[in-house]
């Protein structure tokens, strides 16, 4: 089983929709979670952190929701520069160890 | 800042080469990792060092041996280049030890034919 799980979409939304990506984890162990955005052919960039009680920047909102082991990040009101790969990291509780989840393709529709 | 810089970007090898991918950072980070991407498979951490002189294996090792004489700088090797070695490689830092890769080289495309 795969440390960390994304669905790999794509998903394809008109500009100004508020989507929503959901990754889960199976170590409950886990502490960190990030998420991270990735271009066509280009390398990732973080994007935000995810904190227990939610991590708000500007449209960006990113949950982590530990009973049921997932996070979330959600887009408001989605631009057409929002469209790239999200990809979502956890960090478990010991060690240097990053597992990351294989990505969810955005395309934002004008 | 010139950030996280990898060399080559692009690179083809035949089975058996061995090659050496370059990563330098000029941000005296102390956190160093390489990743490969593969479709359908995500990042997947390959090696990392918490400082100079100090390695350890991450997830996918096999294969490939790296060193950490500077801060500066981590270089990855491949001793016996293999077709399933083919994919992107990425060089990432970090400011703290096991904080999260906060910057990304921009990636050596390599093919084994």
């Known amino acids: 089983r795969k440390e960390v799980e994304q669905d790999p979409g794509p998903f394809n939304v008109p500009e100004g929709a508020t989507v929503a990506f959901n990754c889960t984890y199976s170590?409950?162990?886990?502490?960190?979670f990030f998420w991270y955005r990735q271009d066509c052919r280009k390398e990732p960039k973080l994007l935000m952190s995810?904190?227990?009680s939610g991590n708000e920047d500007g449209r960006f909102t990113a949950q982590l929701n530990r009973a049921s082991q997932y996070i979330s990040l959600l887009i408001r009101d989605s631009k057409l520069s929002d469209s790239a790969t999200y990809l979502c990291?956890?960090?478990?509780?010991?060690?240097?160890?990053?597992?990351f989840g294989t990505g969810t393709s955005l395309t934002v529709i004008p | 800042n010139a950030g996280v810089t990898q060399t080559p970007k692009f690179q083809v090898l035949k089975t058996g080469q061995s090659m050496t991918l370059q990563c330098a950072q000029d941000?005296?980070?102390?956190?160093m990792s390489w990743y490969r991407q593969d479709p359908g498979m995500g990042l997947r951490l390959i090696h990392y060092?918490?400082?100079?002189?100090?390695?350890d294996q991450g997830e996918v090792p096999n294969g490939y041996n790296v060193s950490r004489s500077t801060t500066e700088d981590f270089p990855l090797r491949l001793l016996s280049a293999a077709p399933s070695q083919t994919s992107v490689y990425f060089c990432?830092?970090?400011?703290?030890?096991?904080?999260?890769?906060?910057?990304f080289g921009d990636g050596t495309r390599l093919s084994i034919l």
């Open positions: 060092s918490v400082g100079a002189g100090i390695t």
């Open positions: 941000m005296n980070h102390e956190y």
């Open positions: 990291a956890a960090h478990p509780n010991t060690g240097n160890q990053f597992y």
């Open positions: 995810v904190y227990s």
């Open positions: 990432a830092s970090s400011d703290g030890q096991g904080s999260q890769p906060q910057h």
């Open positions: 170590n409950s162990a886990s502490q960190s």
